[in-house]
């Protein structure tokens, strides 16, 4: 098992900065990939970045140029940095970590979510 614990959330003003950190326990050995996920009121759960094992990143559309995904490996932390905060960002924010490789995931854990509010 993987304990994941995040932290940084909070209510900021439009255009402001975050930023947020997960920190990675247990089980930590084969962890594959590392990020964040956020689901706003009535929507999905979406991808927001993602880093994996060799420092390859993806993010999605919306954060692009905007956030920054990072990863200490040694501490098995993985950090979120949010500039040019935008009301569309609000959301409960969900780190996940991936155990396995590119071709097959042993298992898959969130944390509880921190709440990140963008005010207008």
């Known amino acids: 098992q993987v304990q994941l614990v995040e932290s940084g959330g909070g209510l900021v003003q439009a255009g402001k900065t975050l930023n947020l950190s997960c920190a990675a326990s247990?089980?930590?050995?084969?962890?594959?990939?590392m990020g964040w996920y956020r689901q706003a009121p009535g929507k999905q759960r979406e991808l927001v970045a993602r880093?994996?094992?060799?420092?390859?990143?993806n993010y999605a559309d919306s954060v692009k140029g905007r956030f920054t995904i990072s990863r200490d490996n040694a501490k098995n932390i993985v950090y979120l940095q949010m500039n040019g905060l935008k009301p569309e960002d609000t959301g409960l924010y969900y780190c996940n970590a991936v155990r396995g490789n590119k071709d097959l995931v042993v298992g898959a854990y969130w944390g509880q979510g921190t709440q990140v509010t963008v005010s207008s």
């Open positions: 880093i994996i094992n060799g420092g390859s990143t």
């Open positions: 247990g089980s930590t050995a084969g962890i594959y990939s």
